[in-house]
């Protein structure tokens, strides 16, 4: 039986503070109710502060929760990363990364860079998660990811920024387009010829449409998606431009695509970030492979 490093009424605290019932961390945790109360009121008894705000609708953590909450989460991966280093002892340095990122990094950069890793590293396992940028930041954030590789318009809390650079939208044109014979182009040039766009929600198409607002233009895509991969596809086949990341579409230049720069001033404040949970010292594993992800990056000129 295994013996928690971490203390039960911290565990508890957590899963009350991530579904905001004590009732269904109850049923999730199958600890009794009066149990979990008991654990709460003694760690509001040891800090001297209300953990959560009592409201009809559920239960809110203070600001004091919040703290305990972060504290919390980086107390159960330390005791994780600890107990795989302790098995490490016994089955040949084994080690697994856990990776969230937008969809564009997944295509190619990821994967070549994962496939790189472990030819210096062969017993390391990684699991990625393709996700929205915002929730890629947040699996860091309450612990589920070791790192994230996204993008971002503003300040996230509860990480760390292990590297930041401008990252500018590009247009993405098919081989022959007459666009792809311009040194750049704006959103204006491109009312006029068929148009495969990201869907709303993404950092990308959040830029677009506060520049278009801006300039006062209506732009008709013929295919909105939450899929690069589909946007690309039909690219590729009916002629029509896509707008994407610069690092995201470097390896479709083999593929047949041009980039062409975008001259919006706008939609170059987008950042790539690659993110760590605040104040948590990374197992030897994941720090190499954000170090080498980092490097990846500024080798390609964006930093």
Do not use: K, W
Not at 165 to 173: K, S, T, W
Not at 207 to 213: E, G, K, N, Q, S
Request: glycine share 6%; charged share 20%.
């Amino acid at each position: 039986m295994r013996v928690p490093l971490v203390s039960d009424s911290l565990r508890y605290f957590l899963e009350v503070a991530r579904t905001g019932s004590i009732a269904e961390a109850s049923a999730n945790l199958r600890i009794a109710a009066s149990s979990i109360s008991r654990h709460i009121a003694r760690l509001e008894q040891s800090t001297g502060a209300p953990l959560f705000d009592r409201h009809p609708r559920g239960m809110v953590p203070t600001e004091a929760g919040r703290l305990l909450a972060d504290h919390a989460r980086r107390n159960l991966l330390e005791e994780a990363d600890l107990l795989e280093r302790i098995r490490d002892v016994d089955r040949s340095g084994r080690s697994l990364i856990t990776v969230s990122c937008a969809e564009g990094f997944a295509e190619d950069f990821l994967p070549v860079e994962i496939a790189r890793f472990r030819e210096h590293h062969p017993a390391a396992r990684v699991h990625l998660t393709v996700t929205e940028p915002a929730a890629a930041t947040q699996s860091v954030a309450v612990g589920t990811a070791d790192l994230a590789l996204t993008f971002s318009l503003a300040p996230a809390s509860g990480v760390r920024v292990a590297y930041s650079c401008q990252e500018p939208i590009v247009a993405l044109v098919p081989s022959g387009h007459p666009l792809g014979e311009l040194d750049g182009v704006s959103l204006a040039d491109l009312q006029h010829h068929p148009l495969a766009l990201m869907a709303g929600g993404s950092t990308l198409r959040e830029l677009v449409d506060v520049c278009c607002a801006a300039e006062g233009l209506h732009l008709e895509p013929v295919l909105t998606s939450n899929s690069s991969t589909a946007l690309n596809a039909l690219a590729r086949r009916t002629g029509a431009v896509t707008l994407t990341g610069l690092l995201s579409s470097r390896h479709l230049v083999a593929d047949g695509f041009r980039i062409v720069p975008l001259t919006n001033p706008e939609l170059h404040r987008r950042s790539l970030q690659v993110h760590t949970m605040a104040q948590r010292t990374l197992p030897a594993p994941v720090d190499a492979f954000v170090r080498q992800l980092v490097a990846s990056i500024e080798a390609t000129g964006l930093g």
